[in-house]
């Protein structure tokens, strides 16, 4: 290195330095994850270290749903026409009754640091939190293989309108917009596509069968001629227990859609379910307080 450029470097050094610090005194901030003073300029009131602590969903799990398999026994399913021997390995569920869509992804566990994430996105309305929640997101539908991803139709799992109106923007939209700036320029969103006609009550609490129910008839198909014979990506924040998802996989089907996949940031695994209930208790007292 010349002497010049090393004093470049110095004074790059020196500014960077200076910018920070006066950032931190004009516009003093915390991490919201851990309370750490920020001291790097970001839209994203989090720090660093706790975004590094985010990681994707580890061991084995459901070819279909996703779901974390508990036990190293679990039964495949030959795939093709049985003469290369190939198997998916199926949770219990997807063994028995096979669900409308053809494979759900997501990158984490609806915990810790993914989860802090979507409540600044979804309750604090910290917007900047899309742009990473996109960038999950994107990580997690790479795990799709041999799907032609320019193809598919991205469509997020909307809003009833008072809940959007509430809140301002649908979360799933946003995280599906940054999801396409970094996946590929030749995808495209079609948010009015599927629309809410009807608001559905808590799903916690609920039997499986009382969930299938509570959403039934929830979801619409307002604009068929987009999707027909189309290959579709669901997008929504958070997979729980899937029936959301599967509902509107079977309206997208019936409307003449090829196809259904779904993705997600998130997704409950099955010892976090009565603790992600627990939470959502919470989530929605967040909102009915946010609202006034």
Do not use: W
């Not at 931190?24 to 720090?47: E, K, Q, Y």
């Not at 061991?59 to 190939?86: H, I, K, N, Y």
């Not at 979360?171 to 629309?195: C, D, G, K, P, Y």
């Not at 009550?201 to 039997?207: A, F, K, R, V």
Request: hydrophobic share 40%; charged share 25%; aromatic share 4%.
């Amino acid at each position: 290195m010349t002497r010049d450029s090393s004093l470049v470097s110095m004074l790059v050094s020196s500014v960077s330095g200076v910018a920070e610090s006066l950032f931190a005194t004009l516009f003093p901030s915390d991490c919201r994850f851990c309370g750490t003073p920020l001291v790097n300029i970001s839209r994203l009131p989090v720090c660093q270290a706790c975004l590094s602590e985010i990681h994707v969903i580890e061991g084995a799990v459901c070819s279909v749903c996703g779901e974390r398999l508990m036990t190293p026994f679990a039964l495949g399913v030959r795939t093709g026409d049985g003469t290369d021997g190939t198997e998916e390995v199926r949770c219990g569920l997807c063994r028995k009754l096979a669900p409308p869509f053809v494979k759900a992804v997501a990158y984490g566990s609806y915990d810790g640091g993914v989860r802090e994430l979507i409540h600044l996105l979804k309750y604090e309305q910290v917007r900047p939190a899309a742009a990473v929640l996109g960038r999950l997101l994107a990580e997690a539908v790479s795990g799709l293989e041999s799907l032609g991803i320019e193809r598919l139709v991205v469509v997020p799992v909307p809003l009833h309108a008072r809940k959007l109106r509430q809140r301002g923007f649908n979360q799933s939209e946003l995280i599906a917009q940054e999801f396409i700036r970094l996946a590929s320029e030749n995808m495209t969103l079609h948010s009015r596509v599927l629309q809410r006609r009807r608001e559905t009550e808590s799903q916690i609490g609920l039997t499986r069968h009382q969930r299938r129910e509570n959403i039934r008839g929830a979801f619409i198909v307002a604009r068929p001629q987009e999707i027909a014979g189309r290959e579709i990506l669901l997008v929504d924040d958070v997979f729980t227990t899937g029936t959301t998802v599967s509902e509107c996989a079977r309206v997208l089907l019936r409307a003449g859609a090829s196809k259904v996949f779904v993705a997600t940031v998130a997704r409950t695994l099955k010892h976090e379910v009565k603790g992600i209930e627990l939470s959502q208790t919470v989530d929605e007292e967040q909102t009915v307080a946010a609202a006034g």
